[in-house]
């Protein structure tokens, strides 16, 4: 059993690991930490991360911890300010929600899926997590692309070839809606497809608003659309909450075909 001065020694290097640059060890990454692409169809997703590295709300916007805090505080206040505009379903005490959040408490529910209101589970410095979610589509050569939302760029698409380019290093889960045939599935990326161009907002709740996404929103709804299955188990899109990839990652209805390591351990 350990003692008490060994348990404090064990977590204090785990949040050394979770807060320091990433380093070279980290940055190496072997076939183990990639599905094999021949695995893919149209209408599965990738989630990619960097090993022991702090993730960012926003994909694609490096970031460390208090950086991202005051971005996040910044652009909460701005998004309260514009309520009535941008969430005019919001009823007061979801507005009052967003206004009283503190960043640790959104980090843990959004990118760590840790209930709400929950005592201690909020821990600063806490990044070994995904943050990011693309959704595969494999053409009839049998090229694999990747159709994502970017913070920056909005609704893109590479070939996964590409994607892993600029994602060096990273890690990547993936998984597949359960219990529907290829045809079905592929119409996932068909409608993804049509929202290409659009512009990224991760402030923009309602996951039923096509003029803006975030990258899980994205994901969300073209399942949606596609194959009126709401993932999560709620048809509602209009939320008072983030979707996340964590959620996407772990809902039921998905399947982990290649599944690296435990969520938030790595």
Not at 46 to 72: F, H, L, Q
Not at 259 to 266: A, E, R
Request: one cysteine or more; a negative charge; glycine letters at 8%.
């Amino acid at each position: 059993m350990l003692t008490r001065r060994q348990s404090l020694t064990l977590l204090a290097g785990s949040l050394w690991l979770s807060l320091r640059p990433l380093g070279a060890d980290a940055q190496s990454t072997g076939p183990a930490q990639l599905p094999d692409p021949a695995l893919f169809k149209s209408g599965d997703f990738v989630w990619p991360k960097k090993p022991r590295a702090y993730v960012p709300y926003i994909s694609g916007r490096p970031a460390d911890p208090a950086t991202d805090e005051a971005n996040w505080l910044k652009e909460r206040n701005e998004f309260i300010e514009e309520v009535p505009r941008k969430a005019p379903y919001l009823a007061p005490l979801a507005i009052d929600r967003i206004r009283n959040l503190t960043f640790s408490e959104f980090y843990a529910e959004y990118i760590g899926g840790q209930e709400p209101d929950t005592p201690g589970v909020y821990p600063r410095g806490d990044g070994l997590y995904v943050g990011h979610v693309g959704i595969i589509e494999v053409d009839q050569s049998q090229t694999p692309w990747v159709i994502e939302a970017l913070y920056g760029q909005g609704v893109v698409r590479h070939t996964y070839t590409d994607w892993l380019a600029g994602r060096p290093g990273e890690i990547v889960w993936l998984g597949r809606v359960t219990d529907y045939p290829d045809a079905e599935r592929a119409k996932i990326i068909i409608e993804a497809k049509t929202q290409l161009g659009k512009p990224y907002n991760f402030w923009n709740l309602d996951l039923s608003d096509t003029a803006e996404f975030y990258c899980s929103k994205l994901a969300w709804w073209a399942i949606l659309k596609s194959l009126n299955l709401a993932i999560d188990g709620d048809p509602n899109p209009k939320r008072k909450f983030w979707f996340s990839p964590k959620q996407l990652l772990y809902d039921d209805p998905i399947t982990r075909l290649f599944d690296p390591c435990s969520y938030g351990t790595c």
